[in-house]
């Protein structure tokens, strides 16, 4: 009988996030150590690494400078994992690289801009995919989470940002939207090899916006709030774990119903 009370555990694992100094990169940090998995934190933020010193025993995480952008970086860790026997059993795709004009309203963006945005975000994600899969290809198992989000899915309600500074990039729905498309090719490609690879679509995450904001992203959303760090917890452990072994190319839809309506 399978141990039902144990699908979802991380013990005796090994996971890599990207980004994971950040807001949501953070929490997913704390859940995977609460969860049982040694965590590898790569993230271009070298001053937040004290910070989880103070929080995590040392035999329960390191941190990594690694730039997303950079193969070479990225390989420098999965190199460096190698030679210490480190199985990747979890890669987990959470930074967020963008340039200093991002939030531009959609006359203004230069094309440099654009581009450089791709390059970095989406890009970035593909090279990390690219060497976190031909490694767990090796290993012959592994899980990849791509965060992606509800603006790569349904098209922005402009009216939620009146009367703010605000608004959402069109660089971003292109970037998460070619994620999700991306995660569906990798499942399919590497499905064969016991690779799944699955992506999380969150809705807009509480951090102090303005107040106009998050009452019109309030009156909106069917849960009538926004989203928090926690909430994306569930489904990151549940698609992390053996509890969705038969899981592969979803994309997890975690917005309290934005995109229902
Ligand atoms: N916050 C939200 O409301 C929200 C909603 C939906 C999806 N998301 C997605 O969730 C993910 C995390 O978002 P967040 O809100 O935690 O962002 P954040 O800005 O708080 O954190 C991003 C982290 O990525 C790191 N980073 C930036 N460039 C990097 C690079 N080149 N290489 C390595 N690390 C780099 C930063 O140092 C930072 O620690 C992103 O993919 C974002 O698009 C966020």
Redesign the pocket.
Known sequence: MPDYNNIFSLKNKTAVI?????????KIVHALIDFGAKVFI????IQ?SDFFSSKFKKNKFSYHN?????KS?VNALIQEMKNNNEIIDIWI??????TKDWGNKFESISHESWSENVD??MN??FLCCQSALEHMKDQGAGSVI??????GMVGPDFSIYKETDMTMPAA?AA??GG?ISMTRYLASYYGPYNIRVNS????????NQPESFVNNYEMKCPLKR??T?NDLIGGTIFLASDASQYVTGHNLVIDGGWTSI
């Open positions: 990207t980004g994971g100094a950040g807001l949501i990169g953070n790569a993230d271009t933020d937040k690694i730039d997303i952008t950079s970086s795709n959470c930074a967020y690289p963008k970095m975000h970035g994600y791509n965060m992606a989000s509800i603006y971003y970037i998460k994620i999380i679509s969150p809705g807009g995450i509480f951090d926004m989203g760090t």
